[in-house]
């Protein structure tokens, strides 16, 4: 099952700097987004979500853009900092489902260094 | 700030045993979830609880899975007779409501360990 992918395993960016962080999903019945953060032995912290009727959306240092055409939603930080090392998700789920059943990606592993 | 909490953190127990994970949700949410992250995989969705039944779940919750909310507080994921495979971090996670887009918020997971 690989409705949503996220194929940068691990992506490595200095202090200050912009973090991109890609998704790419296949099922066209997803209508929100949303990423999370996750450190180790911790639960998935929500961050941003971004529903199909907008392509962009932000929070202080992070943005979320969605492009429905071409099924691709990515996350920006800036500036990244080395207490956003974590590993973040995208999910995605679907109003025939109620949004109830978030379908994530496998990871995005980030780390900042000072 | 509300915090979904999560109990025990680590369960270990022996294959055919029945286990209980609990949750406490957070207080004024109204949708209930059950996520799994198996070592090195993604998080997968389990089951979905409103209003004291199940709204959704996936194939992965069959007959050996249950759910239940047996008071104000908390929410529970039984196992009835665990196999290896089980072994897994276990996610509570709650909701707001229904109107459309609402965020969950996630627990600090369980770790099974299925001997």
């Known amino acids: 099952d690989q409705q949503v992918k996220q194929n940068s395993p691990s992506l490595s960016v200095q202090e200050g700097r912009i973090s991109i962080l890609n998704c790419d999903y296949t099922?066209?019945?997803?209508?929100?987004f949303l990423w999370y953060k996750k450190y180790p032995a911790e639960g998935p912290t929500f961050l941003i979500s971004?529903?199909?009727?907008?392509d962009k959306n932000e929070d202080g240092r992070f943005t979320v853009f969605l492009n429905k055409s071409a099924k691709h939603l990515s996350l920006h930080i800036v500036p990244s900092q080395p207490g956003d090392s974590a590993v973040y998700f995208c999910a995605a789920s679907a109003e025939n489902t109620g949004f109830q059943k978030l379908v994530f990606g496998t990871g995005t592993r980030l780390l900042v260094s000072p | 700030e509300p915090e979904v909490t999560q109990t025990p953190s680590h369960q270990v127990t022996q294959m055919g045993q029945e286990v209980i994970l609990r949750c406490v949700p957070i207080?004024?949410?109204?949708?209930f979830y059950w996520y799994r992250q198996i070592l090195g995989q993604k998080v997968e969705f389990l089951v979905s609880f409103y209003n004291n039944e199940i709204s959704e779940k996936s194939e992965i919750f069959d007959d050996q899975f249950s759910v239940e909310r047996p008071d104000g507080s908390n929410f529970t994921l039984k196992i009835r007779s665990t196999k290896l495979e089980d072994s897994a971090m276990y996610f509570c996670?709650?909701?707001?409501?229904?109107?459309?887009?609402?965020?969950?918020?996630f627990g600090p997971g369980t770790r099974l360990t299925v001997l």
């Open positions: 971004i529903s199909s009727i907008k």
């Open positions: 099922n066209s019945m997803f209508d929100y």
């Open positions: 996670a709650s909701s707001e409501g229904w109107q459309g887009i609402n965020e969950q918020f």
């Open positions: 207080s004024n949410h109204l949708y």
